[in-house]
């Protein structure tokens, strides 16, 4: 699925749009980093109330390209240059992760495992 | 090729540079990206671990065309029981460290599933030395 899609479906704002332009197939729902450090996250989208510089080094390391805020989490200038430099889009929406992960899941984004 | 960083205990803002420095040279040098992968998640949990743990800490990165060693040096509290630190869901870190997500007591048992060896060794009172090493 493409980013403007994803976006769509759960009233985001794109704060952050990837060069990479990601194909975005799977989806991990977690306020824990060290879960999300676990699993395989090809081609997945993070969907998170835990907005860091952290988040956005986690989904560096595991090679996450998207990260959904929910519940309106403010995004800073920090984590913004590390999405850029890393090729990261950050989506910001209202939603809660429960509505997020649901619309995104009726539309076809697969779980992880 | 070799590498030094300085960590900082507490420095949550900057927990990530050198395991995120690393990663970029590992990807330049194609490396297999499950494999970069791979080391990126153990070096990252190995830096979140002395940032969460310690006050200080080096981490050095050997790196050849064969493998990667990396050694992580701090000095801190220590570990009293490595064996049960390396359980998974066992714990000490601080309230500030879990509202960062993380000290969940994973941390340890991800750094072993991810490299094809790891050593530690603790003194208490004094340090913490991690040894890890991934074969390319």
Same mark, same amino acid.
């Given at each position: ?44 989208? *993070? =969907? @998170?109330?835990?907005? %860091? ?8 390391? /595991? &090679?996450?390209?998207?990260? $959904? #805020? ?19 889009? *950050? =989506? @910001?929406?209202?939603? %809660? ?8 899941? /009726? &539309?076809?984004?697969?779980? $992880? #495992? | ?136």
């Amino acid at each position: 699925m493409e980013l403007s899609k994803v976006s769509q479906l759960i009233k985001g704002n794109i704060v952050h749009e990837s060069d990479a332009a990601p194909r975005l197939e799977f989806a991990f729902s977690s306020d824990l980093m060290s879960d999300v450090l676990r699993f395989h996250m090809e081609k997945t989208i *993070l =969907i @998170t109330g835990l907005s %860091t510089v952290q988040t956005l080094r986690t989904a560096e390391m /595991s &090679n996450i390209e998207c990260i $959904i #805020f929910a519940r309106d989490k403010k995004v800073t200038d920090d984590m913004i240059e590390l999405a850029v430099e890393n090729n990261i889009s *950050l =989506i @910001t929406t209202p939603l %809660t992760l429960f509505e997020v992960s649901g619309r995104l899941y /009726s &539309n076809g984004i697969k779980p $992880i #495992f | 090729m070799q590498f030094e960083y300085d960590i900082q205990g507490g420095d949550f803002s900057s927990a990530g540079k050198a395991s995120s420095d690393i990663k970029k040279v590992l990807k330049q040098l194609n490396i297999d990206p499950q494999i970069v992968r791979r080391i990126a998640i153990a070096l990252y949990e190995a830096e979140v671990n002395v940032v969460a743990h310690a006050y200080k800490g080096v981490m050095k990165v050997d790196l050849d065309a064969q493998k990667i060693k990396i050694v992580l040096e701090d000095e801190g509290p220590g570990i009293e029981n490595i064996e049960r630190a390396m359980q998974e869901g066992f714990s000490t870190a601080s309230d500030e460290v879990r509202q960062m997500g993380f000290g969940a007591g994973m941390g340890l048992p991800n750094i072993k599933r991810n490299t094809d060896e790891m050593h530690l060794s603790s003194v208490l009172g004094e340090g913490t030395k991690l040894e890890m090493m991934v074969i390319f």
